[in-house]
C-alpha cells in the first residue's frame, strides 16, 4: 500500500445466497455468476448496495410480476406507468419513469440499450461500457429507483428524477470519500503505532487480532491484522457477525479470522497474537478430545494444520492496537471488509 491510501485491493467476501442451490444446478452459468460477483464484491459500495444488487441479478425483488406469479396479485402492470408488467428490467431500466432518471447521466446511462427480460443484462452490459466509477454510480441509481418505487407504492411520495439522481451520486461520493480516509487512517495508525509492536523472526509472520460487542446493535466485530518483520502491513480484515454476543465467541472468531487471513495470503510461518487469555490457552492445549473445547477452538485448530509452522500467544492491549482498530471498524460501522497491500510472490 506504501502510503497510498486507495492503493490496497478492496474486496468483500462471498456471502451465501439463496439462490445458490440453483446456481449451481446451472453448471456453467454458476462459474459465470461467481466471476460476475468476485468483481462486483471488491466495489467501494455499502453493504446495502451490495445486497440490492444481489437480488436484482437473482430476479427475487418482489416486483408485481413476480407476486403475480407466486399468486400473491393478480395485476402485474407497472405501479407507475401501467404500461407495462412490472418487471424489474422495466422499473429499474426500461420504465419513462427510469429513463427520465437514466437521462440526468452521462452517455452510457443514456445512450446504452439493452433487450432485456433480465435486469442482469443492464448489469453485465454496464460493467463492460461503464468505468468503475460510472458502475459505482449505476448501482447506487438503480437502488433509489427501487426505493422510489416502493416509496410511491406505500405513500404515495415520487422524487424528482433530477433530485433522485443528485442524491445517488451525493451518498456514492460520501462513502468513498470515507472510505478513503479510513483506509489511510488505518494504515498511518499501523505505521505510528509499530513501536509498541515487537516484529518476528525474519521470514516469519504476525498476525494479530481483537475483537469487540456491540451489546445494543447485537453483533460482534472481529479484526486481524497480517505484517511482516519489518512491520510492514500485508493484509487487514474486518468481520461483522450479527447474534452471537460473548465476549470470547468474539475472539474465538477473531482468532479463526487472523488465521485465515494468513491461509488465503499463503503464509506458512506465522506468530498469531492476540490479549484472549483464554482462547489462546484452549488453542494452545493439546487435550485429544477437540470436542470438549467447542467448535470455534476445533475450527481454528484444523485451519492451523495448513500453515506449516505457528505459534499462539498472548499480548496486551497496548501492543494489539491496530488489529483492536479493525475489530472496531467491525464493531461500531459493520464494515466487512479485506484489505490487501501486498501480495505474495
Ligand atoms: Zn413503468
Redesign the pocket.
Given at each position: 500500500m506504501e502510503g497510498d491510501g486507495q492503493g490496497g485491493v478492496f474486496r468483500k467476501e462471498c456471502v451465501s445466497s439463496p439462490k445458490r442451490t440453483r446456481d449451481a444446478a446451472e453448471g456453467s452459468a454458476q462459474s459465470k455468476t461467481s466471476t460476475l460477483w468476485r468483481h462486483l464484491w471488491q466495489l467501494p459500495i455499502q453493504n446495502a448496495e451490495k445486497h440490492f444488487l444481489w437480488h436484482a441479478c437473482h430476479d427475487s425483488l418482489p416486483t408485481r410480476a413476480n407476486l403475480c406469479s407466486r399468486k400473491v396479485l393478480t395485476d402485474p402492470s407497472?405501479?407507475?406507468?401501467?404500461?407495462?408488467p412490472?418487471m424489474l428490467f422495466?422499473?429499474l431500466w426500461?420504465?419513462?419513469?427510469?429513463r427520465d432518471v437514466w437521462s440526468e447521466g452521462g452517455a452510457c446511462f443514456q445512450k446504452s440499450s439493452f433487450a432485456g427480460p433480465e435486469f442482469l443484462q443492464v448489469v453485465e452490459g454496464m460493467i463492460s461500457r461503464c468505468d468503475r466509477l460510472e458502475f459505482i454510480q449505476f448501482v447506487g441509481i438503480a437502488r433509489r429507483l427501487w426505493l422510489r418505487r416502493n416509496d410511491f407504492i406505500h405513500s404515495g411520495l415520487f422524487t424528482h428524477p433530477m433530485v433522485l439522481f443528485k442524491q445517488a451520486l451525493q451518498v456514492t461520493e460520501l462513502f468513498q470519500t470515507l472510505t478513503a480516509r479510513r483506509q489511510t487512517d488505518w494504515v498511518s495508525m499501523a505505521e505510528s503505532s509499530n513501536t509498541a509492536w515487537t516484529a518476528p523472526l525474519p521470514s516469519w509472520f504476525k498476525a494479530n487480532w481483537d475483537a469487540g460487542v456491540d451489546i445494543k446493535q447485537g453483533r460482534v466485530g472481529s479484526g486481524a491484522v497480517l505484517r511482516d518483520h519489518q512491520g510492514k502491513m500485508w493484509a487487514a480484515r474486518s468481520q461483522t457477525r450479527h447474534g452471537f454476543l460473548d465476549p470470547s465467541v468474539a475472539e474465538a472468531l477473531g482468532a479463526l479470522l487472523a488465521v485465515q487471513l494468513c491461509m488465503e495470503m499463503g503464509i506458512q510461518q506465522v506468530q498469531l497474537e492476540g490479549d484472549a487469555k483464554n482462547v489462546i490457552m484452549v488453542v494452545n492445549s493439546e487435550a485429544s478430545d477437540e470436542s470438549s473445547k467447542g467448535q470455534l477452538p476445533t475450527d481454528i485448530r484444523s485451519s492451523l494444520r495448513a500453515i506449516s509452522a505457528w505459534e499462539m500467544r498472548y499480548v496486551r492491549r497496548g501492543e494489539n492496537k491496530v488489529a483492536h482498530a479493525f475489530a472496531r471498524l467491525a464493531v461500531n460501522e459493520d464494515v466487512q471488509m479485506v484489505w490487501f497491500y501486498n501480495t505474495p510472490e
Open positions: 407497472c405501479p407507475i406507468c401501467a404500461r407495462e412490472e422495466h422499473t426500461m420504465c419513462p419513469a427510469a
